[in-house]
């Protein structure tokens, strides 16, 4: 009898033990992306995607060298605040929707739907084969293209 209590008291109290865990606030108030992700590989500069998380609140995506679009922030909700519509500005819901943080011309902006984004390209570069397609400027300016004069700053 004293070891089935012993043991339902043990279970009991490490029940009370996780849910105060799962319940605890994070300790820091402000942890820098690099200190959480992984970014080896990653062409940004640890300062660039430290501001990237601070502006947006997210940390943004790795990327490697070789595939990827700099700045994506994972995990954008449409119509919530993002402050990242100058530079940088796509993202994806957690269901992989692409989306693009739209100033609203009062310092702040939204997450709307964006047109499907192709990755980087460069500003002036041909684009007819692409017009239905959006993209991003390697210094992070969001582009559409315009047959006549290729990619042109949106």
Not at 9 to 26: K, W
Not at 78 to 100: D, L
Not at 111 to 130: D, F, K, L, N, T
Request: charged share 10%.
């Amino acid at each position: 009898m004293g070891r089935k209590v012993f043991i339902a008291a043990l279970g009991i109290a490490l029940s009370v033990a996780a849910i105060a865990f799962a319940v605890s606030p994070i300790a820091t108030a402000f942890t820098k992306c690099t200190d959480q992700i992984d970014y080896a590989g990653d062409p940004r500069s640890n300062a660039e995607i430290n501001s990237i998380g601070a502006s947006t609140g997210q940390c943004p995506t790795p990327m490697s060298q070789q595939y990827g679009l700099p700045g994506l922030v994972d995990g954008a909700v449409e119509g919530a605040a993002c402050y990242n519509w100058q530079r940088f500005p796509f993202g994806q819901t957690s269901n992989g929707s692409q989306m693009i943080c739209a100033g609203q011309g009062d310092g702040t902006g939204i997450w709307v739907r964006a047109i499907p984004i192709i990755g980087v390209r460069q500003i002036g570069s041909p684009c007819a084969s692409e017009q239905q397609y959006g993209a991003q400027s390697p210094d992070g300016a969001p582009l559409v293209c315009d047959v006549s004069s290729g990619w042109v700053p949106n």
